[in-house]
């Protein structure tokens, strides 16, 4: 075995630890001191959006956000869960799933997603996800709403966007 050890949560996820430096992230986006990273994840996949209404802006149309569909990688590239939504939910390849509540973004570099901040909700079954705290989007690729003309002619017209982002999962120390 290499010099570099493997933090090993399951039998089915190990992953070689990764600093992800706090500081390099906006403020509004990291995690409360006390945690610590429990597995990192790469989602690939795509976000649906719908040319809707604007919320209490009747008439008026938006590109509106419907929902993820991503395969979960460790940084080997082997596939260890999916996220998908609504609700917003993170499920390990062994059954355990979390799902959580937004607590903040940050904009990222142009064309990409924001990063974000979840706060997990008790993990359902015992695994990869138990004791998960947190969850922070980072290292984005893609994602954003379509450039396309959202107008009645369209209205409820479905775009499916591309999109990359490491999901760090961090539990209590």
Known sequence: MNAKRLLCLTALI???PVALAQTDLPETVRVPAGHKISMETTGVGEITYECR??????GQLE?????????LNDRSGKAVGNY????????????????G????????????????????NPAEGKGAMHGVAYIQRVALKGGVAPTTACAAANKGAKE?????????FWASN
């Open 63 to 71: 590109w509106t956000f419907v929902g993820p569909k991503a395969v």
């Open 101 to 120: 509540t937004q607590v903040a973004v940050a904009p990222s570099s142009a064309g990409n997603l924001p990063y974000q901040l979840v706060k997990a």
């Open 14 to 16: 190990c992953v070689a």
């Open 84 to 99: 998908f939504g609504p609700p917003a939910t993170w499920e390990a390849k062994d059954g355990s799933k979390v799902t």
């Open 160 to 168: 499916v966007v591309k999109y990359q982002a490491d999901y760090i």
């Open 53 to 58: 209404d604007k919320a209490n802006m009747p």
